[in-house]
């Protein structure tokens, strides 16, 4: 495969656990986006946020997702990244997309049992107003989801199905 394998999909839809075991399973090297951010940025998410806001970590993201061009790995990328600039043409175009989809009581209940303080879009959010965020920020960002090549209901898809769809995939396009 000569091009990367993007895992996109919404926060706490399990991107980066999937991530390694496919590119475990691909025999490919496994990049986190998140991580690449933070390595270059020196601090937390959550600080470059509070310290120079949302606008300016978007363009570092747009700016590390192009670096990842040509790269023979698995990315998992941040919820954030295919809808923001032209980041989801770019991926469509570089890479073999995959949207993990869940349902927002399903996002919900794993969000609830992950680090919150983590994710600076959910600060301050539990409960039913994390439930009402989640299936506002869900419609807002299913239609650049969508557009991803293939689709995987992520609670019900074996690896070995996923890895079946991306072979598909390749042979077919
Ligand atoms: C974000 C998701 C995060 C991270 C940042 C913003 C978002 O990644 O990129 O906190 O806007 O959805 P995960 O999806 O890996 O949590």
């Known amino acids: 495969m000569d091009k990367?394998?993007?895992?996109?999909?919404?926060?706490?839809?399990?991107?980066?656990?999937?991530?390694?075991?496919l590119a475990n399973h691909l025999n490919l090297k496994f990049i986190d986006l998140d991580h690449v951010i933070v390595e270059r940025i020196g601090m937390s998410i959550p600080a470059y946020f509070t310290q120079y806001g949302e606008q300016k970590f978007r363009e570092?993201?747009?700016?590390?997702?192009?670096?990842?061009?040509?790269?023979?790995?698995?990315?998992?990328?941040?919820?954030?990244?295919?809808c923001f600039f032209d980041n989801m043409e770019w991926i469509l175009e570089n890479g073999i997309s995959i949207y993990l989809y869940l349902t927002p009581k399903a996002l919900h209940?794993?969000?609830?049992?992950?680090?919150?303080?983590?994710?600076?879009?959910?600060?301050?959010?539990?409960?039913?107003?994390?439930?009402?965020?989640?299936?506002?920020?869900?419609?807002?960002?299913?239609?650049?989801?969508k557009q991803a090549h293939i689709h995987i209901d992520q609670l019900n898809t074996s690896l070995d199905t996923i890895c079946q769809s991306i072979e598909t995939y390749a042979e077919n396009k």
């Open 60 to 82: 570092m993201e747009s700016q590390l997702l192009k670096e990842q061009r040509g790269k023979r790995a698995v990315i998992s990328t941040g919820g954030g990244s295919p």
């Open 109 to 145: 209940n794993r969000l609830q049992q992950s680090n919150i303080a983590s994710r600076p879009a959910l600060q301050g959010l539990r409960d039913e107003a994390l439930l009402q965020f989640i299936e506002e920020k869900l419609d807002e960002r299913a239609p650049f989801y």
């Open 4 to 21: 990367p394998i993007f895992l996109i999909g919404f926060m706490g839809s399990g991107k980066t656990t999937l991530g390694r075991k």
